[in-house]
């Protein structure tokens, strides 16, 4: 961890998080919907937001990191991009072409998967069936499926952003 | 062939169809009124064990029988889960459902937890599907609004909160003891069986997870009634006293090498060549068939010669499959390679093992090595027989793992190898001359991203 203690959850998030808790009859039920609060908002969840929700749920921020570090979905080291952009490599996109579309995508971007572009736009993800296979080959860039893509349709995600 | 008329999805063409307001025009919340004002817990119970309906989400374990297990007059609290963590690879009934038709949903899981006598439902829902999720939470949002939920529904003394929960892109999540580890706050290892979740499950209470499509079935078997619920799919096999029959109509979704892929609707028991030509128009680019999925990747292969295969709860396992499964049939034209399919299957199956036993583990990650260098023309015709004996040696089936995560695995293997053997030793013998017939230790390639 970095020398700096300063908090990272705002008083509104913990407020948030505190609002969660009469949901469940204990307290460490938060944790995953703690972790999606802090993520939407700082875009990854740091070590010591782990601490900080940790200490809301009365948790060691060991169980926190652990239950976090099983879903390989938080990012901790830095922010994913402003758009987290998961093309889907499962069977029936595969079928139809997303290996051409991610591949792509990664020259693209000049980014692997799993990687932000320089300028923090995009984080590139692979990601496993999305349950959109009528619409393959597909990706779901923030909150919009992007639907039977080819590498031109991919091109102009890429210009949109621009 | 008449086309079944959709009762799942008769909603879903209807604009804003997703909507309290256009939901009860067509007769919603009706059937929840009638519970509320006519019924018990009990004859709910009885009335969904009379229709043979069997859970939709992969197992068909007959969902009259599982709320039975609950502890009778247990002081609560008893928990329900509904599972929409759909992620089997070929499945998007469930999302469907939510985006199209949520209040059917959320009627049928109303009915569910009345009869299950829970007073807390968890809505486990995949990070995956945002469109699902706001349409859902708004659905909710209009329910407590209308007195359909919260304290005292439509003055029945009945009390109920839904609380939507999201889950984390984690496969392991959709089944029901992972479910409830990951609700709990935990990594979503699933649990060793028994205790059973009605026994013991969420919160160490009594607990019930139903799958979103199941709750659907649920709100029309109280609404049109058992007979007419039986009326439609394949009657049990009066020669099997242990068949518990495919009632019902069931969302079969078709993707792949398909003209029209989609969500349908059909009576249980359709043949594999009937949802391709009648529903799904026929193979893309007047291509033949080579195989297909009968019911997402976990339910391993049909190949084309085997389309006459019916998808009920009995018919898949009659040609070698594992199950129905979640009944997604994708379909692969004569151009794919089943190396390049086992190497797609493997690939998921390395990345969602979530690690727990040692067979899954171990199994899916070097299966997928296996099939890696196969791939990439250093396979020998012996990795065959290593990815069989890995196919046979993982899973509940031989009894070797907590959940069924790895007899998914398994079965691609074990059906791709077993029904298409002669291609992937040509292929095998084709890219690898000197080296295919080679028996001795060869090392394994450096993999690319399994996580």
């Known amino acids: 961890m970095s020398a700096t203690t300063e908090r990272v959850l705002t008083d509104e998030m913990v407020a948030e998080i505190q609002s969660l808790l009469p949901r469940y009859p204990s307290k460490q039920a938060v944790t995953l919907p703690a972790l999606h609060l802090v993520n939407e908002r700082l875009r990854h969840v740091p070590l010591q937001a782990v601490v900080e929700i940790a200490g809301i749920l009365d948790l060691a921020p060991a169980d926190v990191q652990d239950t976090l570090s099983f879903y390989g979905f938080f990012k901790q080291d830095q922010p994913h991009g402003k758009v987290r952009a998961w093309v889907c490599r499962s069977i029936s996109c595969h079928l139809l072409g997303a290996d051409e ?28 069936c999305l349950g959109a296979c009528e619409y393959a080959p597909c990706m779901l860039a923030g909150t919009t499926l992007h639907r039977c893509l080819d590498t031109q349709k991919a091109d102009q995600f890429v210009d949109q952003l621009r | 062939m008449t086309r079944f008329e959709p009762v799942l999805l008769a909603n879903i063409e209807k604009p804003d169809s997703h909507t309290l307001k256009v939901y009860e025009a067509g007769g919603g919340y009706a059937a929840l009124r009638k519970v509320l004002a006519s019924m018990s817990p009990h004859d709910v119970r009885e009335l969904v064990k009379a229709s043979g309906l069997r859970g939709r989400g992969g197992a068909g374990f007959p969902t009259g029988l599982k709320w039975t297990f609950l502890p009778k007059d247990h002081p609560g609290p008893i928990y329900f889960c509904l599972n929409a963590d759909e992620s089997e690879p070929g499945t998007f009934n469930n999302r469907y459902l939510m985006e199209f038709d949520p209040h059917q949903v959320l009627e049928g899981l109303i009915i569910s937890c009345f009869a299950t006598r829970a007073s807390t439902a968890y809505f486990y829902m995949r990070y995956e599907y945002p469109t699902a999720w706001q349409r859902v939470q708004q659905a909710v949002d209009e329910c407590y609004g209308a007195g359909l939920l919260g304290k005292n529904i439509l003055g029945s003394g009945y009390s109920l909160d839904i609380y939507l929960h999201r889950g984390a892109a ?29 026994v013991e499950g969420l919160f160490r209470k009594p607990t019930v997870v139903n799958n979103v499509e199941t709750a659907a079935c649920v709100a ?21 006293p242990r068949d518990a029959g495919s009632y019902g109509p069931k969302l079969y979704c078709l993707s792949g090498h398909i003209n029209r892929p989609g969500c349908y609707e059909a009576p249980l028991g359709i043949t594999v060549n009937a949802l391709i030509n009648e529903y799904g128009g026929g193979i893309r680019g007047g291509r033949k068939a080579k195989a297909a999925i009968p019911g997402g990747i976990s339910m391993g292969l049909l190949t084309a010669g085997e389309f006459d295969c ?36 493997c690939q998921f199956f390395a990345h969602e093992s979530c690690g727990q036993c040692t067979p899954c583990r171990e199994g899916t990650a070097w299966s997928l090595r296996l099939m890696e260098r196969i791939k990439a023309g250093k396979g020998r015709w012996k990795d065959l027989d290593l990815l069989l004996e890995i196919g046979d040696n993982i899973g509940i089936i031989p009894g070797t793992t907590i959940c069924g995560l790895a007899d998914g695995a398994a079965w691609p293997l074990k059906n791709a190898i077993r029904k298409f053997r002669p291609e992937l030793e040509e292929y095998i013998k084709r890219t690898n001359p000197q080296g295919y017939a080679e028996t001795r230790a060869v090392p394994a390639l450096q993999l690319l991203g399994i996580h």
Not at chain 1, 101 to 118: I, Q
Not at chain 2, 220 to 240: C, E
Not at chain 2, 320 to 341: H, I, N, Q, R
Request: aromatic share 8%; net charge negative.
């Open chain 2, 310 to 345: 019916p998808l009920d709860f009995n018919g898949p396992g009659r040609y070698g499959c594992l199950g129905l499964g979640t009944a997604a049939v994708v379909v692969m034209d004569e151009t794919v390679s089943m190396v390049d399919f086992l190497h797609n299957s």
């Open chain 1, 101 to 128: 579309v991610l591949a792509h995508l990664s020259r693209r971007l000049g980014v692997k998967p799993g990687e932000t572009t320089a300028d923090g736009r995009i984080t590139l993800e692979y990601a496993e």
């Open chain 2, 220 to 240: 029309q078997i109280l609404a049109r009634g058992v007979d007419w619920f039986k009326s439609i799919g394949v009657p049990a096999d009066p020669q099997n």
């Open chain 2, 170 to 198: 984690a496969y392991i999540c959709g089944e029901e003891t992972g479910l409830i580890e990951s609700i709990e706050g935990k990594r979503a290892w699933p649990r060793i069986k028994p205790p059973f979740p009605a």
